[in-house]
C-alpha cells in the first residue's frame, strides 16, 4: 500500500510568481485535505477535495486554489506569492471528507521558500 | 485568534519517566480531540484520539484525557523511550471536514 506522497519536495520561487505543488492519495482514498504549516506554528487548514469538487475552505484568499483528479490526487496552486507564503504545505488523504479524523494520513510535505 | 493552545513549546523528560503534554481549546463545539507526532523530514503521525463523550483513551503507552469543562486536553506517555522524542501536536474538530492545530511542543527524551 502507497503512502501519501507529496511533489517537489523543496521549491524556491520569488514574490509574485506562481506555484504548483502535488499531492498523490494513499491508495483507495477519495478525500484530500492541504494544510499550511508556518514555521513555529501548527498546520492551518486550507481546503478539502472531495469527488474533484471544493469540499470546505479555511481562512484563505482565493489565490489559493486547487484541483483533484478523477485518480483523486489532487494540486494546490497559489497566484501572486507573497513573503508570508513561505511555509511547509502539507497534504492528507482520507477515506472519506468526514467521521473519524484519524483517518488523515499526512503526506511528508513540501518545503516552499518565497524570496 | 488561536483556537487551540499548546503553551509549552518544549519538554525533556528521562528515558522511563512520564511524559505530559497539554493543550487548551476555546471552541465548546470541538467534538473529537486528536494527538499527532511529527518528525523532522516527515509529515504528522496520528498517535490516538478521543471523542467529547469520554474523558480517557488508552492505547499501550499513550493515555489521552479530556476535561470538557477545563476545556483541557493531556497526553501521558508512560514510560518514555528515547523514540518518543518528536513535535506532538494537539487538533480539535467539530464535526467539519477540517481540524485546528496547536502550536505543537517538542519533546526530547533522554536517555
Known amino acids: 500500500e502507497t503512502g501519501v506522497t507529496q511533489s517537489p519536495t523543496h521549491l524556491i520561487k520569488t514574490r509574485g510568481q506562481q506555484v504548483t505543488l502535488r499531492c498523490s492519495s494513499q491508495s483507495g482514498h477519495n478525500t484530500v485535505s492541504w494544510y499550511q504549516q508556518a514555521l513555529g506554528q501548527g498546520p492551518q487548514f486550507i481546503f478539502q477535495?472531495?469527488?474533484?469538487?471544493?469540499?470546505g475552505r479555511g481562512n484563505f484568499p482565493p489565490r489559493f486554489s486547487g484541483l483533484q483528479f478523477p485518480n483523486y490526487s489532487s494540486e494546490l496552486n497559489v497566484n501572486a506569492l507573497e513573503l508570508d507564503d513561505s511555509a511547509l504545505y502539507l497534504c492528507?488523504?482520507?477515506?472519506?471528507?468526514?467521521?473519524?479524523?484519524?483517518?488523515?494520513?499526512f503526506g511528508p510535505g513540501t518545503r516552499l521558500t518565497v524570496l | 485568534d488561536q483556537q487551540v493552545k499548546q503553551n509549552s513549546p518544549s519538554l525533556s523528560v528521562q528515558e522511563g519517566r512520564i511524559s505530559i503534554l497539554n493543550c487548551d481549546y476555546t471552541?465548546?463545539?470541538?467534538?473529537?480531540f486528536l494527538w499527532y507526532k511529527k518528525y523532522p523530514a516527515e509529515g504528522p503521525t496520528f498517535l490516538i484520539s478521543?471523542?467529547?463523550?469520554?474523558d480517557k483513551n488508552e492505547d499501550g503507552r499513550f493515555t489521552v484525557f479530556l476535561n470538557k469543562s477545563a476545556k483541557h486536553l493531556s497526553l501521558h506517555i508512560v514510560p518514555s523511550q528515547p523514540g518518543d522524542s518528536a513535535v506532538y501536536f494537539c487538533?480539535?474538530?467539530?464535526?467539519?471536514?477540517?481540524?485546528?492545530f496547536g502550536t505543537g511542543t517538542r519533546l526530547t527524551v533522554i536517555p
Open positions: 471552541n465548546s463545539m470541538f467534538d473529537y
Open positions: 477535495y472531495y469527488r474533484e469538487e471544493e469540499n
Open positions: 487538533a480539535e474538530g467539530s464535526g467539519a471536514n477540517n481540524l485546528f
Open positions: 492528507a488523504s482520507s477515506l472519506s471528507p468526514s467521521g473519524a479524523y484519524n483517518e488523515q494520513f
Open positions: 478521543i471523542s467529547s463523550i469520554k
